[in-house]
């Protein structure tokens, strides 16, 4: 990308000797316009092709009146995140995770010591502990404040139903009673699990 040079032109300066230097500030213009911008020339021209964030050091104030877009690193995930801060300190997170089967998957909020987990898993029936998801990069919670978990899938075979029950939690696991309507303990029933607590 071409420099721009704010002194361009001097006053004592003739154009012809300065020609070289106000081409290379165009230059430098028409780059700056190409980032994440559609160029010059162009029906569009002006118009975003895409908004790149650079990473967040620090959580910006966007000042009275105002709100901003900015992209942090998660504290336990390493990964770059996309965040909207208002003027009042609050935040809103617009990145998610995927929920895939049996693969758990976790949010903090505004970077507090919240965070909200969900997973899914093959549950069997009658009762079973189930671990909340933890490992490198998802943190523990101190205390689980609140946990749901509903039938989230149909058994292998027709003609069965099921309902999922909480019979307790804690901070590291849930205990779940799986009932069905056909006494079959090889029949697995797709469960979703969420849980918010505080870290």
């Not at 012809?16 to 230059?27: H, I, T, V, Y």
């Amino acid at each position: 990308m071409a420099n721009y040079d704010n002194n361009i032109v001097n006053g004592p300066d003739l154009l012809s000797q300065s020609q070289p230097d106000m081409l290379s500030n165009f230059k430098a213009i028409d780059d700056l316009i190409n980032v994440n911008h559609i160029g010059f020339n162009d029906p569009d021209q002006g118009k975003h092709k895409w908004v790149t964030f650079p990473r967040a050091t620090n959580i910006p104030f966007p000042g009275i009146g105002a709100g901003l877009m900015f992209a942090p690193l998660n504290r336990f995930t390493n990964d770059t995140e996309l965040r909207y801060a208002r003027q009042d300190g609050t935040e809103t997170l617009f990145t998610a995770h995927d929920i895939p089967f049996n693969q758990p998957s976790w949010s903090d909020f505004a970077g507090s010591a919240i965070i909200l987990k969900t997973m899914r898993v093959s549950a069997f029936r009658g009762a079973q502990e189930i671990d909340f998801p933890t490992g490198p990069g998802i943190p523990q919670f101190r205390t689980a404040l609140a946990v749901q978990a509903s039938i989230d899938g149909q058994p292998r075979r027709s003609g069965i139903n099921a309902s999922v029950y909480i019979e307790n939690f804690g901070s590291t696991s849930i205990s779940l009673l799986v009932f069905s309507n056909v006494a079959n303990n090889n029949d697995r029933f797709g469960v979703f699990i969420m849980a918010i607590g505080v870290i």
